[in-house]
């Protein structure tokens, strides 16, 4: 639903890596081939091909930033509960993102008062249909709030409607107040940054819902119209009684 909104700069974002990647293919195999002018051209976009590799550069960046993000998660979540975590599986710079962003998360915490809440808490909302993960619901300051702790880059558009339809099914689910707030919080990936944060109130989040309602709507509209329709059902078989054709006696119709 909110891709809408982020495709404009991811669009533009996924090409430039693109870009880069067959610049950096090309000339790593450029650099392999000894004798440059014996190759036939079909040849070297064969073998360019096959460098490039067939995950998409953007994908493996996407997968890569979402298992940094899914780890940070993982380590507030079991560090607030006194626990600590460690992530074998990534490798050593994304293991130093992830203490980067943990170590966000513990400089912007001491900020604030957290008070009693929840965290990693799944919202649905029956009545628009739609679900999704809080990272935390309860006090902060002595407020009743909603908050979504981000590693990205920066704080987009899609993330602030993202955070009020997550409010606005915490609100009907009955896990905050009608008068909560919302707040993002960005965690740097890099040591020394310093983390950012937006809070709305519950009027700007009542307002940022009608945006995503509208939203909703539309995606709902263009999907109906777009979705591949299914088959038609096979056509019933009606039963019949099929005679055996009787023998043909050649030998009688030569005679």
């Not at 693109?18 to 064969?46: F, G, K, M, Q, S």
């Not at 360019?48 to 979540?77: C, K, W």
């Not at 407020?143 to 915490?170: C, N």
Request: include cysteine; charge should be negative.
């Amino acid at each position: 639903v909110l891709y809408a909104l982020a495709a404009r700069g991811l669009v533009e974002w996924a090409a430039d890596r693109e870009r880069e990647l067959c610049i950096e293919a090309a000339v790593r195999l450029w650099a392999l081939i000894p004798d440059r002018h014996a190759v036939p051209t079909l040849a070297y976009r064969d073998a360019l091909v096959r460098e490039i590799g067939g995950p998409r550069a953007h994908r493996r960046l996407f997968d890569a930033a979402g298992a940094i993000g899914t780890a940070a998660h993982r380590s507030i979540e079991l560090g607030l509960a006194g626990h600590v975590v460690t992530h074998p599986h990534l490798d050593e710079n994304s293991q130093e993102a992830v203490r980067a962003a943990v170590d966000g998360f513990s400089r912007w915490s001491r900020l604030h008062d957290m008070g009693q809440g929840r965290t990693e808490v799944r919202v649905v909302s029956r009545e628009w249909s739609y679900g999704g993960t809080l990272d935390f619901a309860g006090q902060v300051d002595g407020f009743p709030e909603v908050d979504d702790w981000k590693t990205a880059s920066s704080i987009r558009l899609d993330h602030i409607l993202q955070i009020a339809a997550y409010r606005e099914a915490a609100v009907e689910q009955g896990l905050v107040p009608a008068n909560a707030r919302a707040r993002i919080v960005r965690l740097p990936k890099v040591h020394g940054e310093q983390p950012e944060e937006l809070v709305f109130s519950d009027e700007e989040c009542v307002e940022n819902f009608r945006v995503f309602a509208n939203l909703l709507q539309v995606w709902r509209w263009v999907d109906a119209r777009t979705r591949i329709p299914e088959p038609p059902p096979a056509p019933a078989v009606c039963p019949v009684q099929i005679n055996p054709i009787p023998a043909f006696n050649f030998a009688k119709r030569k005679a």
